[in-house]
């Protein structure tokens, strides 16, 4: 990769980090404002249990937004370097719009790679403590027959399907 290559790399990075750091806040921000709302209220529960309760959904939820990060990340990264003139002087010298997109698609291919491929495992875990520990806090009793696999049957006139 060239010098100019990586100087793009590091300002889509720069860009990935700051929507990362924006959408995470707010995810956060509105799902402690849910549970507030769903277990603080038929439960006396502290902030910070609610918090705990919280980060612990986060990994999924922003796997879940990781496509729009994207998209806001290097929108904002393709500004800022807009607005300083140096896409302006990239295409003047020569430099192809390809070339200029090339390490987004670069790093967009390795995040969804690492990101199925860890914050996935990851974030259903943490939802599968989420979900016992808000049982627990809410005192629902959950049927052990849910974790059995459920069997449909469809019948027609000829035949019944399992």
């Given at each position: 990769?060239?010098r100019?290559?990586?100087y793009?790399?590091?300002?889509i990075?720069f860009g990935?980090f700051?929507a990362?750091?924006?959408?995470?806040?707010?995810i956060?921000?509105?799902?402690?404002?849910?549970?507030?709302?769903t277990?603080?209220?038929?439960?006396?529960v502290?902030?910070?249990?609610?918090?705990?309760?919280t980060?612990?959904?986060?990994?999924?939820?922003i796997e879940?937004?990781?496509?729009?990060?994207?998209?806001?990340?290097?929108?904002?990264?393709?500004f800022?370097?807009n607005?300083?003139?140096?896409?302006?002087?990239m295409?003047?010298?020569?430099?192809?719009?390809?070339?200029?997109v090339?390490?987004?698609?670069v790093?967009?291919f390795l995040?969804?790679?690492?990101?199925?491929?860890?914050?996935?495992p990851?974030g259903s875990?943490l939802?599968?403590q989420?979900?016992?520990?808000?049982?627990?806090?809410?005192?629902?009793?959950?049927?052990v027959?849910?974790?059995?696999p459920v069997w449909?049957?469809?019948t027609t006139?000829r035949?019944s399907?399992?």
């Amino acid at each position: 990769m060239s010098r100019l290559g990586r100087y793009l790399a590091i300002q889509i990075l720069f860009g990935l980090f700051v929507a990362a750091g924006v959408v995470s806040t707010i995810i956060i921000l509105v799902d402690f404002v849910e549970q507030s709302r769903t277990i603080g209220t038929r439960v006396d529960v502290s902030a910070f249990d609610l918090l705990g309760l919280t980060l612990m959904r986060a990994p999924l939820l922003i796997e879940e937004t990781l496509p729009f990060i994207f998209l806001f990340g290097v929108l904002f990264a393709l500004f800022r370097l807009n607005r300083r003139s140096e896409l302006i002087v990239m295409r003047a010298s020569g430099y192809s719009a390809w070339r200029i997109v090339t390490p987004a698609i670069v790093i967009a291919f390795l995040s969804g790679v690492l990101g199925a491929a860890l914050l996935n495992p990851v974030g259903s875990a943490l939802n599968a403590q989420f979900e016992a520990r808000r049982d627990a806090l809410t005192q629902v009793q959950t049927d052990v027959q849910q974790s059995q696999p459920v069997w449909l049957r469809e019948t027609t006139d000829r035949k019944s399907v399992v």
